[in-house]
């Protein structure tokens, strides 16, 4: 079964960083796409970032463009979110999801929770 | 960025009855459209893509149409698993953009 956890989230001061993962498993992680979509409180979905299958192209959305970084290693099936500079605004909770075609996202994490705040 | 904005923000329906729910585009997003479901404490389960083709082991009372700027998501008879929150996606430009969501709650 395709299982997708994230970790890494926390309470970090403004200005501050962290670093997510997350863990995939049950299925070819080095075929898929992977993505990270966050939902702060009381709002709606956004799209942070998606990497391809060997890593070599990324994408971000400009709220979060040069301070945070998409990567993964597919020797440990893990997809990770370097997050500098954090801002007040990037308190959400962060999903990661496998890109089914075209990024639409089939399986989705149960998602790491990041406060920032002083 | 293109704008997904759905209606109605609420829908009240019985089980059993049909629910029908809109998206709509601030530009084309030819058919690169999908719908999620949300269940609270639960990640999005990915329901239609490309418009009108059923995810994976997704029941066949869920429908999809529309292209262009104008999507619907049908529930033909609502079943009590059905209630929860659906969001349309767009997939056409990036950055990938969702709608605000509609809650379809029991009547």
């Known amino acids: 079964e395709v299982q997708l956890v994230e970790s890494g989230g926390g309470l970090v001061q403004p200005g501050g960083s962290l670093r997510l993962s997350c863990a995939a498993s049950?299925?070819?992680?080095?075929?898929?796409?992977m993505h990270w979509v966050r939902q702060a409180p009381g709002k709606g979905l956004v799209w942070v970032s998606r990497?391809?299958?060997?890593?070599?192209?990324?994408n971000y959305a400009d709220s979060v463009k040069g301070r945070f970084t998409i990567s993964r290693d597919n020797a440990k099936n893990t997809v990770y979110l370097q997050m500098n500079s954090l801002r007040a605004e990037d308190t959400a909770v962060y999903y990661c999801?496998?890109?089914?075609?075209?990024?639409?996202?089939?399986?989705w994490g149960q998602g790491t929770l990041v406060t920032v705040s002083s | 960025e293109i704008v997904m904005t759905q209606s109605p923000a609420t829908l009240s329906v019985s089980p059993g009855e049909r629910a029908t729910l809109s998206c709509r585009a601030s530009?084309?997003?030819?058919?690169?459209l999908a719908w999620y479901q949300r269940k609270p404490g639960q990640a999005p389960r990915l329901l239609m893509y490309?418009?009108?083709v059923r995810a994976t082991a997704i029941p066949a009372r869920f429908s999809g149409s529309g292209s262009g700027t104008e999507f619907t998501l049908t529930i033909s008879s609502l079943q009590s698993e059905d209630f929860a929150i659906y969001y349309c996606?767009?997939?056409?430009?990036?950055?990938?953009?969702f709608g605000q969501g509609t809650k379809l709650e029991i009547k």
């Open positions: 990497i391809n299958s060997d890593g070599s192209s990324t």
């Open positions: 049950g299925f070819t992680f080095n075929t898929y796409w």
């Open positions: 530009q084309s997003v030819s058919s690169n």
């Open positions: 490309l418009a009108s």
């Open positions: 996606q767009q997939y056409n430009n990036w950055p990938n953009t």
């Open positions: 999801g496998r890109d089914l075609v075209g990024a639409t996202l089939d399986w």
